[in-house]
């Protein structure tokens, strides 16, 4: 997705039902480390969603567009990852190494949009990360980002962001077996896969922008959407 030009460049937002991020991240080469240029967050305090439903548009398509308005003349693309209980997300088990959507008992109704991907397998059994979205409420994100005025690109769950990430800072020595072993004594809780020193270690911020503990997971899932739409592996 990225334009023919040297330096990479993203606009990241992260939504949870509390709060809602905005990032620009750079790189210039597949090589060299991210770099963040701009982070904005801001807690939802009326009533503006609720459980990622849209109920206030208008004022979120304000704040993003506003913090994008720098970017607009270069276009630069969107990427947004959400998490909530309006999501369906899960790790489920199967028999097959190359599963069908069928095999994972969801519920096939039109209105489900449905995404799998691969983990890890143990005794015979290949373990799957499953997300599920509404149409209607993507079609809410789809809006807002034309009302916002950016070109979206992506939309994907925190979750997923994540475990991009992780498979990004291991590299070549990424494993499948790790990951697994890594999840089942976090009890799967992916936001656990990281240490505060592995935001720095991925992304350059400079000294200027005040970073807290409750920005640490938005940044990490952002750097997560950046790299994973930046190169495929």
Known sequence: MWN???????????????TITCSHITRKTLSSPLFLHSYHNNTFDNLELENLVLFNPTNIA?????????????????????????????????????????????????????HYSYLYSQDHRHYFYVCGIKRTLLLQYQLLSISAQIPLCVITTEYMALLQLYRHIFGTAFRHTQLGEALAERNNNVEQLFTKDDLYRVLSIPSSQTITDKDHIPLLTACGLFVAEGFSS
């Open 62 to 114: 304000r704040h993003i567009r506003d913090h994008y308005k720098p970017l607009q003349s270069k276009k630069t693309p969107a990427l947004i990852a959400l998490q909530g209980p309006s999501l369906y997300t899960k790790i489920v088990s199967v028999t097959t190494a190359h599963p069908q959507l069928e095999h994972f008992n969801l519920s096939h109704a039109p209105h489900w949009l449905w």
């Open 4 to 18: 023919k030009s040297k330096e990479q460049n993203a606009f990241v937002i992260t939504i949870t039902p509390q």
